[in-house]
């Protein structure tokens, strides 16, 4: 079951082709199970983030594979685009996919190398991928291995330093504009994780006056609870809080634009002479782009804030040989268990008969010799174990390292071994049978 990752990403296509493939959280689990029916899909994961959308899938061809899920992109929710969406999608096949989803997990592949959200997010779409059923063994591995390459390169090297994440990097930008933030008014849209990051480096900030509004106004209460400053409106009273604000950041996860270039218009005409600078960190976008054109008002998105952060980066640039090295273990680590699944099926047959033969001659023997007493049956039980431990040891070993090493020279081995026990896992065989001899798609 080759390995694939179809995706678009912030190194591919530029914010307004990212926003209009981004799916609602609300919409992940419904988009993964209609996934699922696609007949070349055994399992899937969709992991979107702020800077990417990509679709990981075990699927048992690859061309049929590949066709699919770009035939999902494009007609799931999307229909058709005035642009050629081929020409900034990627796709990854085999060990390049897994070594891509190890560089998005550790950081070395985000718009801000390191960023802190990255491993959240990871986590989230393997959870959601389990809610919707479509995760399997495979990337079921695949997504463990990589969270856990995550957190060993944030602990082993200095890849996370600074904690510069999308959400502390806006609050940064802002305070590069404006010099300080203690005295300013700060208007946070959106209550999710981005955007309680952000309000934390605020109150860091020593940040006094803020205002938190959100669709649901229990989650901007709960978060300014949380903080313990500020106060929360509810989204009807955003133009209000637009009239005094210096700075707005903006993080929702809503399909439409909160701030629209007549709402921003309307506050700044209440209060000319003051500028307000705003940081738009959602994907799909929160402003209307004509906002940038209103006079006094500076607009970033993400694309922009990325480019304006480069320089606080070298640091983590350095530990990137470290992460590698990382990287590169537990890429090799899943390869030899992704190898190793040939000879499960023969193990497991094996063990099986040879369990089902051990048990009913013991049977028939203490059928034949009722005086053994529990003690005498207990060591005859005991040893006939042994035996069988003993006797399947080195085959089960040497086929399992054989795997590793050389995958197509297994399959011939466990091809033997179950037309000479006469195990007929030839179906089983089949599940597990990567139609390439190994995880490298160029050999």
Known sequence: MPLVCLGLSHQTAPVEVREHHAFPAARMEAALVALREYDAVREAVMLQTCGRLEIYADVSDYEAGVSQLKSFLLNFRHGMTAYDIESYLYTLLGRQAVEHLFRVSTGLDSMLIGEAEILGQVKDAFTAAQQARS??????????????????????????DDSTSIATAAIELAKKEFGTLRDLNVVIVGAGKMARTAAKRLRGEGTHNL??????????????KELGFGHAVELPGLLDALTSADIV????????????????????????????????????????????????????????????????????????????????????????WYNSRVAVPVIASLTRKAEAIRTAELERLFQRCPALSEREKMLITGMSMTIISKLLHTVVTKIRDKAITNHSEALAHVRLLDELFELNIADELAKVRPSIPTLDVDE
């Open 249 to 336: 950041v903006t993080s929702t996860g809503a399909s439409h634009f909160v701030l629209t270039a007549e709402a921003v218009a309307t506050a700044m005409a209440r209060r000319p002479d003051h500028r307000m600078f705003i940081v738009d960190i959602a994907v799909p976008r929160d402003v209307h782009p004509g906002v940038a054109n209103i006079d006094g008002v500076t607009l970033v998105d993400i694309d922009g804030l990325r480019s304006r952060v480069e320089h606080t980066l070298e640091l983590r640039r350095e530990a990137i040989p470290q992460v590698e090295e990382i990287i590169g273990e537990y890429l090799e680590r899943f390869s030899q």
């Open 135 to 160: 995760l399997g063994k495979t990337l079921h591995r695949l997504f463990r291995e990589a969270m856990s390459a995550g957190k060993a390169a944030r602990t082993q090297t200095r890849i996370g």
């Open 211 to 224: 205002v938190v509004t959100n669709r649901t106004s229990k989650n901007a209460q709960d978060l300014v």
